[in-house]
């Protein structure tokens, strides 16, 4: 398969855990985004890598959150002292950067904190 | 400001055609999308305008009207696997090519 892969499809943590999610682009694409979806809701733009720059950072993230893109490949999403407002589904996407930027998702991470 | 604004649900007949409208309002403008979302999985790429005018890709349609800011998706011969949410984003004219989403109409298509 060689689609978005995410992992871990799903997360459970306490209140004030630190967890990490990974995002495996299609190998091609050079951009890669990352998505917020609660239920009833579009997504919700976190952030975005071009390469391994990371090109854009939503004002709503607070400084608990931090992503990387290391080598311009696979990227990890990281939340610091979870909170229970962080329950939702996180997304990743991947696209090329030519026309016409259509964003490929995978299978997403669902996070509870309890 | 950036709004998207699409009906929250809609419900239609299997065999029959549905229209779902979105209107737009961004400070930019550089394509639209639609995607399909079925409940707990990742949308999916339906469709993609921009240029004004029709698009069709077999059941699905999809219209844009720059000038008023406006497009609308058409399914045709709705199946139960159509029942889904449909989300409209459109896609910022900056650099960066962020996408702008709607809410997301969801559609139930009964028997």
């Known amino acids: 398969d060689t689609g978005v892969s995410q992992d871990p499809r799903h997360k459970i943590t306490k209140r004030g855990q630190n967890v990490t999610f990974r995002c495996d682009p299609i190998?091609?694409?050079?951009?890669l985004y990352w998505y917020r979806q609660t239920l009833g809701q579009g997504p919700e733009f976190l952030t975005y890598f071009q390469n391994e720059a990371q090109l854009e950072k939503s004002r709503l993230l607070s400084d608990r959150f931090s992503a990387e893109r290391p080598k311009g490949s696979f990227s990890t999403l990281e939340i610091q002292r979870t909170e229970q407002g962080d329950s939702a589904m996180y997304l990743c996407?991947?696209?090329?950067?030519?026309?016409?930027?259509?964003?490929?998702f995978g299978p997403g991470t669902r996070l509870t904190v309890t | 400001g950036q709004n998207i604004d699409q009906p929250t649900e809609m419900t239609a007949t299997e065999g029959a055609i549905v229209q779902i409208n979105c209107t737009y309002q961004t400070s930019g403008f550089n394509g639209l999308f639609w995607y399909q979302q079925h409940a707990g999985e990742a949308p999916t790429f339906l469709s993609y305008?921009?240029l004004d005018g029709l698009e069709e890709k077999g059941r699905f349609s999809s219209f844009l009207s720059r000038s008023k800011g406006y497009s609308y998706l058409l399914l045709k011969e709705l199946q139960m696997k159509d029942s889904a949410s449909y989300l409209c984003a459109v896609r910022d004219a900056g650099n960066n090519r962020k996408l702008i989403w709607g809410l997301g109409t969801s559609l139930a298509v009964n028997p």
């Open positions: 190998s091609e694409h050079n951009r």
């Open positions: 305008n921009v």
């Open positions: 996407a991947s696209s090329l950067s030519s026309e016409p930027y259509e964003q490929y």
